[in-house]
């Protein structure tokens, strides 16, 4: 079990290094479950689990240049009984708002430094004010990413993502809900995932790992022709301030 372990820590950091990312996810997050902490001794010292899933969890979302410098600052549309759909509001993702019936909202998309020396991208959902918005009603806020169709003959796969906590801070509840939409047919299909699992991660992260059921990604592809493939990433929590340190669809 050691040498599969190790194994498995090994590939994390070597591109095309194990047959299924998501099943490599699965295997380093238990690992860290049962281990918990770095360096303890099983009959040998084992290196932690966590800087393994930190190079599966490559940033998915991604933030334009300088945000680091001047964050963006995107109005949301008002759209109390529908949508504000906003093409390319981040590169290679839409932003998709629904049910929005508070005037002034917008979302902030900024780069920080935390204590460590990580790069971390925040996203937050402000008021009129500059206030972090406290969620109404139905209100989502959303991004919608393309996807490759590879996926569509994927048997296996999660979404791994590793946010930044804080419980001193408001926003410590927010994270990210995902789906998958498969326009088959000209008609939309969700897949939802089907077991979500949590951890901590030093220094102050919690790790998420949502996985799908075997096989829904192919079985809803199939029966029709298939127009498009669409990865929903959804900005959760009554207050919306989600500080990511890695995120990734995993197949």
């Known amino acids: 079990m050691n040498i599969v372990f190790e ?8 591109p095309g290094g194990a047959a299924s990312r998501a099943t490599q996810a699965r295997s380093l997050f238990l690992w860290h479950l049962i281990l918990g902490a770095p ?47 906003q093409p390319d509001m981040l590169p290679g993702a839409d932003g998709v708002f629904a049910f929005v019936a508070t005037e002034g909202l917008r979302l902030v998309a900024s780069m920080q430094t935390d204590a460590t020396g990580r790069t971390v991208r925040r996203l937050q959902v402000l008021n ?6 406290r969620r109404t009603g139905t ?14 003959q994927a048997m296996d796969v999660a979404f791994l993502s590793i ?25 939309r299909h969700f897949v939802v995932t089907e077991e979500t699992r949590t951890a901590k991660m030093p220094p102050g992260d919690t790790a998420t790992l949502a996985a799908f059921a075997y096989g829904s990604i192919p079985s809803t592809a199939t029966g029709g022709e298939v127009q498009d493939v ?14 990511m340190a890695g995120e990734q669809l995993l197949f």
Do not use: K
Request: with cysteine; net charge negative.
């Open 7 to 14: 194994t498995l820590a090994n590939a994390a950091a070597t």
């Open 39 to 85: 360096d303890i001794e099983l009959g040998q010292t084992f290196p932690d689990a966590a800087p393994a899933m930190r190079q599966l969890a490559s940033p998915l979302v991604m933030l334009p240049a300088g945000c680091e410098v001047t964050p963006l600052v995107q109005p949301i549309g008002v759209q109390p009984q529908g949508f504000d759909i």
């Open 128 to 133: 009129a004010s500059g206030a972090v918005h």
């Open 139 to 152: 209100e989502r806020f959303m991004l919608r990413y393309r996807l490759n169709r590879a996926v569509l």
């Open 163 to 187: 946010i930044q906590t804080d419980p001193s801070e408001p926003g410590a509840g927010s994270g990210l809900h995902v789906w998958i939409e498969i326009d088959r047919d000209f008609e």
């Open 230 to 243: 669409f990865l929903f990433v959804e900005l959760t929590g009554d207050i919306i301030d989600v500080r």
